[in-house]
């Protein structure tokens, strides 16, 4: 369990790097959309390797997808299929999971 001390220090952190990126959340959703198309369904702003990305999840023709794009330039870094869905999907069924595969823009 959170301590209110260690949300109010997760609040800082994201309003800081919200406020250090020029790349918008609309702006990296639309460029994850033209990069592979399909459907966003999550979106996070991290630091990676002291570098600010957005990391765009989307749904491709069956598969999840993350686009991870420059928070300060707007451009994408990485795109990689995460998970294909081989069968359909019922309420008591885990899907199939495929090895990782790369999509290199």
């Not at 399909?38 to 630091?47: I, S």
Request: with cysteine; glycine share 4%; charged share 25%.
């Amino acid at each position: 369990m959170k301590h209110d001390h260690d949300r109010v220090m997760e609040a800082q952190r994201t309003v800081a790097l919200v406020s250090a990126c020029p790349t918008s959340l609309e702006q990296a959703i639309k460029t994850a959309l033209s990069s592979v198309g399909g459907t966003a369904f999550e979106v996070k702003l991290r630091e990676v390797d002291q570098q600010v990305v957005w990391k765009v999840k989307l749904v491709v023709g069956g598969e999840r997808v993350k686009v991870v794009i420059d928070a300060c330039s707007g451009h994408v870094i990485k795109a990689k299929a995460e998970t294909i869905v081989t069968e359909p999907v019922s309420r008591n069924h885990v899907p199939s999971r495929a090895v990782e595969s790369r999509i290199e823009s």
